[in-house]
Nanobody, 114 residues
C-alpha cells in the first residue's frame, strides 16, 4: 500500500498551490481520502476530505479557499489551495480510509511567505 503525495512548494501570500495524492496497492475499496497538515511542534489537524460518493468536508480555516476533488485516476485526489497565507505553512499529509484501516502518505511541505 502506498500513497504518493506531490505538489508542495514555496509561494507568496495570495498565491495558489495544487496538491495531489494517489493511492496504490492492495487498498481497495477506499471509503474516503483527504488531507491533514502539521506545523512543527503542533498536532496534526484535518484540512479536507472527500468520500467515495463525492461528499466533501473542510476545516473552517480553509473553507472558501481550498477545494478537494477526485482525480480522473482511481483513488487519486487533488487539493486546490487558493489565497494562501503564511498560516497555511505546514507539512501536508494525505490519507486513505478503507473499511478497516487508515493509510498515510509521506508529507509534502507547503511554505507561504508574506
Amino acid at each position: 500500500v502506498q500513497l504518493q503525495a506531490s505538489g508542495g512548494g514555496s509561494v507568496q501570500a495570495g498565491e495558489s498551490l495544487r496538491l495531489s495524492c494517489a493511492a496504490s496497492g492492495n487498498i481497495f475499496p477506499v471509503n474516503s481520502m483527504g488531507w491533514y497538515r502539521q506545523v512543527s511542534g503542533k498536532r496534526r489537524e484535518p484540512v479536507a476530505s472527500i468520500t467515495s460518493a463525492g461528499s466533501t468536508d473542510y476545516a473552517d480555516s480553509v473553507k472558501g479557499r481550498f477545494i478537494i476533488s477526485r482525480g480522473d485516476a482511481e483513488n487519486t485526489i487533488h487539493l486546490q489551495m487558493n489565497s494562501l497565507t503564511p498560516e497555511d505553512t505546514a507539512v501536508f499529509y494525505c490519507y486513505a480510509v478503507t473499511r478497516s484501516d487508515r493509510f498515510w502518505g509521506q508529507g509534502t511541505q507547503v511554505t507561504v511567505s508574506s
